[in-house]
């Protein structure tokens, strides 16, 4: 393909567009309409279902539009006669096998076919014999299936293979009986898979979530920004009344191009959970009672005063909160004496707080992704982590970069990449092995560990491949961000980036977790992302340093936590524990003395900062639930009743203007000074406990969602190990075994692994049951039930 | 430590991992899936002239192929059979130059001797019968393939001989 | 002039052997050519002369067809060989490989010398046992006579040949279903371009060619392009095999020279059975419109007579019908064949075939309605140069074909709901 424009007619209107680009992209690009099913800008050229069929002159036969490149003077009629013959036709056989059910199918009003049938269908079908009917296969909680509507366009197999990376849909039999589907009763399980309902033309796949609950021509669309990963996709939220019905992308080439993750489609179902709270609540004599939002606004700002010293007050707010919140938050704690705020509640070592002074970040915009050559993850699962991110890693993949992973567990890939499996005891030496191989020297914090360590082969190709790479990334993920020796990870992993040229990336784990940096809602840091002139506790230290009081924002004690046991037994000893929040939990009830109902997600106004610094602004689309009120509302009258200047908004736009202001000079930037004396905190020996946080375990919301609670990605309760793990312990033949971690233990069902390495067993976090244990990565110790 | 992977020797016994690997030879390196449709055929063979679900899944662990891409081979082409069948499939073309030449007449004597139609199978599993398209023996039609084997210039009486001469 | 070229050796005793294939001079011209390391230019230079076209039933230019890989370009390149014999009507290749498998070898390497291909692989459709195992045995004796493998009789050309058995999809016939067949896939035609010569199998740059057409290389070499033009006629050089079957008393395979009458091929093939009168000729395999007999009577077995009658040549399978044959129940035949195989693919083959099918089974069964005759041709026209490969044509063309010829039988089955043949 070259550059070069060339000149060409359509309908008689003069175009021109690069050679050999096809010419249903010009027409589109010129908003001439050629219809069309099979084609899609993001997927490969099928050519299968010739609707777009069009009339070339001096060609015999009418081409596919979306197959045609476009060639100096073509001449190309898209309504003449014979084109329209041709498409005409194709609507005919499109018809002839489809149920046209439209009256009862949740496609109906939005449905490609049927646009398209009323400008080319007839309106008496000439087919008389019997239709054909394909029997549904259940794939799964999220997308509702029936095959009867499908027209065969591909476009859900294409994705799988093309874009999710592994193949579940396909197209079985042959001929008119070929059928779309996974052919096998079996769940679609790509974090990406809601996007084939989209994609589908026709009825045949369907958000099952939302299944007949609304027509399309019911709903009205507005736009929002996705409150869970560090992306910010682009969403748009499609209404009826004061409801949200379902969420679709809305696309934005730079961040979500145009998919979303199945995370971001369904979360919304968690809005309408009945563990809403929606009114103000007090805890006397241990029972909760409903209080007016006056008597509860001036208890909270009352005990809250009580306490007198603000260095017993902890701060923990959700990374997910709106920047306007997090910043009023930490705001009105500051104002009370309150340094210890955090909002890193997963974080599992802050050794590197003593020399941050400027905002971590993603390291490079979310386009630049797909364009980097070398990309070394360091605990991470990207796909279970952030989907859409996985899949910009794996256009680059596919571009030919060269991907390797160090995990303490084997990962799915979707797409070709190295990984080096370790336990999480050996991680920092594994890592210390590549930066020896890429000759970074023995010093610092982590100079024991380099003077140890040995670099092998592996450990020298991936030195090899970053050094050699034009745009390299080292990315330190959740996992990393997890482990109790994060700061050595984190040393050794910029000592690599620096020796090899490759940028840091510190992967943001949430929606503002860049915003939180910014917005103060850091002990380190204040409001505009410099260094906090009178540093706090960070969230371990307000854990295991009990404090008289906590200020939880949008957090559940337990299952937002790095370390869940410890949370609760911090909070249920302190004296008072104000939280505001959008759902109730029998651990925040167990807790909390006042709790206030707080608007999230769709109900209040706010901004998102995202992993690559960008700003987004989300409007308040619908009222908030029962007599919640967006947090920001709730802060401002905290400030007022606490004798706070600098309260008076009137509008969430102030605040966010302010914080822009306080920003001006903020720099987004992973150097920092290397820390002194890092010890590993983790031993390298003894049976230790894997853990990640599960995709839909991650946030309040998202574990209310109910379809994606049904899926494998939810997670499971369970423990996890190699089964010659299992042999050595002891285990081979049980079901269940007792697991003990810091003096906490529960039995769990066992499940043998291979992808689980030896001297680890593997349990996840922020799940119901295992979120009563400790820290995701620590010795453990299993035996038999 | 690196994480075992399972044995893919183990997915089939030695002979049939064996004859698998013959086809996988035939075709460059990175190119394992060619050798599916030799694969499926071999375990077919091995299975009764039958293929399940199971086996398929197996074919694709042994050849790193997405179990879907598998299923989709085996159900497009039609000498992959997903229910049994019987231990002599019976294959009789009726096409054109087949159906001139009476191979009615050929498919009724079938049916009434064996009591089966086409896509049955005999009670005691000997014999199924399935309809074809040309087999490209039309010089010999009416014709038919058994098992591997071709008959052609069939008359009643000649299916009756080849019938009989079969275990 | 019979049996000259790809059946040259028919006479023989066990003729598939390679010392018998030897005999004749089979392999000669290969020594010959890479001894003298003859320019690749020049093959493809006398395949031209030869004016031999693609025998599989399209009848490209298989020259023409070798000039468009570039040969110098760098990267393997592949030689594929469709022995995936399916139209309806077919059984040429079949003869080929059971009779003279070490001339399509022989015609495999030299087709890999002309253009730089170091492999090639026999698609052979996986029915064929027979002629499988014979292809086997002799691809082991050519290996084990240093004809294939590394550094062929010390020339330092490669060549390596491998069998790809089909499945059972006629739809594999297509040069592009054969590749994704080949590469592990359903056998679904691609969109070109881009075409092999440029993205053939594996993406590489590849050429495939009929079973006959390669077989027939070796004595085009040997003999000359010109030698080979000359046995035929005008746009139709060289002989043929044609695969004669139907109502007649010798049905078989005969090699016999482009532009032979028709009359002379029914002679030869032992004439009418039964002493009957000749009613319908499909002249190319069950894709070519039919021609009625006395027509057929008059024209010549090439490309250019047969097209003039409004049909074609194809892969030379002559059908012959007699008067017992009901065209009704013949096209219902062909169409549930069509709908059988189509891959299902494209819009309007998937879903046109199936009705196409219905309309004519209706007719035949005696539930035609009289909208139906126009209701086929509209549906046949529908298809009919609207999809990816010419499977959607092959089924168009038959029904076209007969509504032309045979419309009368067709009203006549609408009209008294019984057919005219042995009615009368």
């Known amino acids: 393909m070259t550059d070069k424009l060339v000149t060409f007619e359509v309908n008689g209107q003069e175009l021109q567009a690069e050679a050999g680009s096809m010419l249903i992209e010009a027409t589109d690009a010129a908003g001439i309409n050629i219809p069309r099913f099979c084609y899609h800008k993001k997927l490969s050229i099928a050519a299968n279902c010739r609707m777009c069929l069009v009339e070339v002159e001096k060609v015999p036969k009418p081409l596919p539009a979306c197959a045609t490149p476009v060639t100096e003077g073509m001449k190309v009629y898209t309504r003449s006669p014979k084109a329209l013959a041709a498409q005409k036709g194709t609507m005919e056989f499109l018809l002839i096998n489809h149920p046209l059910d439209c009256p009862i199918c949740d496609q109906g009003g939005e449905c490609e076919l049927q646009d398209v049938a009323i400008g080319y269908g007839r309106d008496v079908s000439r087919y008389s014999e019997g239709k054909r009917v394909v029997a549904d296969k259940n794939i799964g909680p999220l997308i509702a299936t029936d095959m009867t509507r499908c027209i065969h366009c591909t476009r859900c197999v294409r994705f799988g293979e093309e874009i999710a990376g592994i193949r579940e849909m396909g197209a079985t039999g042959r001929g008119e009986h070929m059928v779309i589907g996974t052919y096998i009763e079996k769940s679609v399980d790509s974090e990406m898979s809601g996007n084939i309902i989209d994609l589908c033309p026709v009825g045949a796949l369907t958000s099952k979530p939302f299944r007949f609950n609304a027509r399309a021509w019911e709903l009205t669309q507005v736009e929002a920004i996705a409150p869970h990963d560090s992306l910010g996709s682009n969403l748009n939220l499609h209404l009826r009344g004061n409801k949200v019905m379902r969420v679709h992308p809305k696309d934005n080439e730079s961040i979500n191009e145009t998919w979303i993750s199945d995370r971001d489609r369904f979360s919304y179902e968690g809005l309408y959970s009945s563990d809403r709270l929606t009114s103000p609540m007090v805890k006397k004599g241990g029972e909760w009672k409903e209080v007016s939002w006056e008597m509860a606004l001036e208890m909270a700002a009352a005990s809250l005063k009580e306490i007198g010293d603000g260095d017993q007050i902890g701060t923990l707010i959700s990374p997910t909160s709106t920047l306007e919140e997090l910043y009023l938050a930490q705001k009105l704690m500051r104002g009370l004496g309150c340094n210890n705020i955090d909002s890193r509640l997963r974080q599992g070592d802050f050794r590197m707080d003593a020399t941050q002074n400027s905002v971590h970040w993603l390291g490079s915009t979310l386009s630049d992704m797909d364009q980097m050559q070398t990309v070394f993850v360091v605990g991470g699962n990207i796909r279970k982590e952030q989907p859409i991110l996985a899949h910009r890693l794996r256009k680059a993949a596919l571009n030919g970069a060269k991907l390797h992973y160090l995990n303490p567990i084997q990962i799915d890939l979707n797409h070709s990449g190295e990984q080096d499996i370790c336990t999480p005891g050996e991680m920092a030496g594994r890592l210390a092995a590549v930066a020896k191989a890429a000759g970074v020297k023995a010093s610092g914090g982590a100079a024991s560990l380099l003077n140890a360590a040995q670099a092998d082969e592996s450990a020298k190709q991936t030195a090899a491949n970053l050094k050699a790479a034009d745009g390299a990334l080292v990315m330190l993920g959740a996992m990393a961000q997890a482990h109790p020796d994060y700061a050595l990870l984190h040393t050794i992993a910029a000592a690599l980036a620096e020796a090899t040229g490759a940028q840091l990336s510190i992967l943001p784990a949430s929606a503002n977790s860049v915003g939180a940096q910014l917005a103060g809602a850091v002990p380190h840091l204040q409001a505009g992302g410099s260094v906090a002139d009178h540093a706090g506790l960070d969230t371990l230290q307000m854990l295991k340093m009990p404090r008289k009081g906590y200020l939880l924002l949008g957090v559940e004690p337990g299952r937002d936590f790095w370390n869940g046991s410890l949370s609760m037994s911090a909070l249920q000893s302190a004296d008072l524990v104000v939280a505001i929040s959008a759902f109730r939990s029998p651990e925040l009830e167990e807790c909390a003395d006042i709790l206030l109902p707080m608007a999230i997600f769709t109900e209040t106004s706010g901004t998102y900062v995202n992993a690559e610094g960008r700003w987004q602004q989300s409007r308040g689309v619908v009222r908030p639930q029962g007599e919640s009120r967006p947090g920001w509302k709730i802060l401002r009258v905290l400030g007022n009743l606490t004798d706070q200047a600098g309260f008076d908004y009137t509008d969430s736009q102030q605040i966010h203007d302010e914080i822009h202001q306080l920003c001006e000079s903020a720099t987004l930037d992973n150097k920092q000074a290397a820390p002194q004396n890092l010890e590993p905190q983790l031993s390298a020996d003894g049976l230790l406990r894997g853990g990640d946080t599960p995709l839909y375990a991650c946030d309040p919301l998202v574990r209310r969602a109910t379809a994606l609670q049904q899926t494998q990605d939810a997670g499971s309760d369970t423990i996890r190990l190699h089964p010659e793990e299992a042999a050595r312990l002891g285990l081979d033949g049980s079901d269940t075994a007792l697991v003990k971690q810091n003096g906490n233990q529960i039995d769990l069902p066992l499940q043998l692994d291979e992808r689980i390495p030896q001297g680890c067993v593997w349990i996840s976090t922020s799940l119901a049951r295992t979120s009563t244990l400790g820290q995701p990565f620590g010795e453990v110790t299993v035996e038999k039930a | ?167 | 002039m019979v049996n000259e070229v790809c059946l040259r050796t028919l006479d023989l005793e066990r003729p598939w052997l390679m010392e018998q294939y030897q005999s004749r001079g089979g392999y000669e011209v290969l020594k010959q050519v890479l001894s003298e390391k003859r320019a690749p230019e020049d093959i493809i230079e006398e395949v031209k002369k030869s004016g031999l076209r693609g025998r599989g039933g399209a009848g490209f230019p298989t020259g023409l067809k070798w000039s468009f890989i570039s040969r110098n370009a760098p990267g393997q390149k592949y030689v594929v060989c469709n022995s995936d014999e399916g139209e309806p009507g077919t059984f040429k290749d079949r003869d080929i490989l059971r009779y003279n498998p070490h001339q399509l070898i022989e015609g495999m390497i030299l087709a890999g010398y002309a253009i730089g291909a170091t492999r090639g692989y026999n698609y052979i459709r996986g029915e064929f046992w027979e002629p499988y195992e014979r292809f086997e045995q002799a691809l082991q004796e050519a290996r084990e006579a240093g004809f294939l493998g590394d550094n062929l009789l010390g020339s330092g050309f490669d060549f390596e040949l491998h069998t790809h058995l089909g499945g059972g999809a006629y739809i594999c016939g297509e040069e592009t279903a054969l590749l994704e067949s080949i590469e592990g896939k359903k056998g679904q035609p691609r969109y070109k371009p881009p075409f092999p010569a440029h993205f053939g199998l594996y993406g590489r740059p590849t050429i495939i060619n009929n079973t006959e057409s390669l077989a027939s290389i070796p004595m085009i070499l040997e003999k000359g392009g010109e030698w080979f033009a000359d046995i035929g006629v005008k746009n139709s050089g060289g002989s043929k095999l044609f695969s004669i079957s139907g109502n007649i008393n010798n049905p078989g395979v005969f090699e016999i020279p482009m532009g032979t009458p028709f009359s002379e091929l029914l002679e030869m093939a032992g004439g009418m059975k039964d002493g009957r009168k000749i009613k319908a000729v499909i002249p190319g395999g069950s894709s070519a419109p039919v021609i009625p007999g006395e027509q057929m009577m008059d024209l010549n077995m090439d490309y250019d007579s047969i097209a003039g009658a409004g049909s074609m040549l194809g892969s030379g399978a002559v059908i012959v019908l007699d008067d017992t044959n009901c065209m009704v129940k013949t096209l219902e035949r062909m169409s549930y064949f069509y709908h059988e195989e189509s891959c299902g693919q494209c819009t309007p083959c998937r879903e046109g075939t199936g009705w196409l099918y219905r309309v004519v089974h209706r007719i035949e069964t005696g539930q035609g309605r009289q909208e139906d005759l126009d209701l086929l041709d509209d549906v046949a026209d529908k298809i009919s140069g609207k999809t990816i490969c010419a499977l959607g044509d092959a089924a168009a063309l038959p029904v076209q074909g007969m509504l032309r010829h045979y419309r009368d039988e067709f009203q006549y089955h609408i009209d008294h709901k019984r057919c005219m043949v042995g009615a009368g």
């Open chain 2, 1 to 167: 430590m690196t994480v075992t992977v399972k044995d893919k020797t183990e997915l089939f016994s030695p002979q049939i991992c064996a004859e698998i690997d013959r086809w996988i030879a035939k075709y460059p390196a990175e190119w394992k899936q060619s050798a599916v449709m030799g694969a499926l055929m071999i375990v077919q063979d091995d299975n009764g002239g039958w293929l399940t679900t199971e086996l398929m899944d197996r074919v694709a662990d042994y050849l790193d192929m997405p179990p879907i891409a598998v299923y989709e081979v085996a159900t497009f082409y039609s000498m992959y059979e997903l229910k049994p069948v019987g231990k002599h499939k019976i294959c009789v073309c009726t096409n054109v130059s087949c159906m001139t030449n009476k191979s009615d007449l050929i498919v009724e004597h079938l049916e009434k001797k064996l009591g089966i139609s086409f896509g049955e199978v005999t009670e005691d599993g000997r014999f199924s019968m399935k309809e074809v398209e040309c087999l490209g023996a039309c010089g010999g039609a009416p014709m038919m393939q058994i098992g591997k084997q071709y008959y052609e210039n069939l008359t009643p009486e000649i299916v009756d001989a080849i019938l009989e001469g079969l275990e």
